[in-house]
Each structure stands twice: as structure tokens, then as C-alpha cells.
């Protein structure tokens, strides 16, 4: 099992700044894919977005320009730099990672716990 720690979120005015990280810590043979999604009340989980291991990323068009994502393989930690929030980021945001606990395990997927990213003036 791999235990996820999420931080960095809060209460903002539009326009500022925010980055979020998720650590994961436990038994990692290999993190391979990192993601990032976010729910609002009343709304589906979104994508927001993701990155490979090699640093390949997908950013979603709500966020494009705005957010960015990268990784610290050594930490096994993925960031969300956040810029230029606007009211209708208001979310929960959890992080996503796809892994294994050893070189020969089935590939698995854990969620974090969720952290609110609330924007208002």
C-alpha cells in the first residue's frame, strides 16, 4: 500500500497563486504515471492534468496557460503550480499515480485524499 499526502491548497483571490504537491511514501518499485483531477460540489471529476515518467504532460484546455505539473522522481512527488486562479477553479483536487510496489507487480493505481483550492474575493 502506498500513502499519499496532499498539500498546498486553500483559500486565494482570483488572479493569485497557488501550488499543490502530493508525496507518495511506502513500499514504490516505480511511479509511471502521475495525475492530477479536481471536483466541484454537483460536478464529475475532471482531469486537469497528467504527467509521465519521462515528463510528458497533459494539461486540460479549462487550465491551459494557467496551470503547469511536474514531478520530482528522487521524492516521489508530483506538483501542480497554479496561476492566475479564477472563482471556477474552486475544487477538490486529488492527485492520481499509476505504480508499482515491486518490479513484478501488477500495476496499481492510488488516490490521495483530496485538497480544497477555493477561489473568492
Known amino acids: 500500500q502506498v500513502q499519499l499526502e496532499e498539500s498546498g491548497g486553500g483559500l486565494v483571490r482570483p488572479g493569485e497563486s497557488l501550488r499543490l504537491a502530493c508525496a507518495a511514501s511506502g513500499v514504490i518499485f516505480r511511479i509511471y504515471h502521475w495525475y492530477w483531477y479536481r471536483q466541484a460540489p454537483g460536478k464529475p471529476r475532471e482531469l486537469v492534468a497528467d504527467i509521465t515518467r519521462d515528463g510528458g504532460t497533459y494539461i486540460g484546455d479549462a487550465v491551459k496557460g494557467r496551470f503547469t505539473i511536474s514531478r520530482d522522481n528522487a521524492k516521489n512527488t508530483v506538483y501542480l503550480q497554479m496561476n492566475s486562479l479564477k472563482p471556477e477553479d474552486t475544487s477538490v483536487y486529488y492527485c492520481?499515480?499509476?505504480?508499482?510496489?515491486?518490479?513484478?507487480?501488477?500495476?496499481?493505481?492510488?488516490w490521495g485524499h483530496g485538497t480544497q483550492v477555493t477561489v473568492s474575493s
Open positions: 492520481l499515480l499509476d505504480y508499482r510496489n515491486h518490479e513484478r507487480d501488477i500495476l496499481k493505481q492510488q
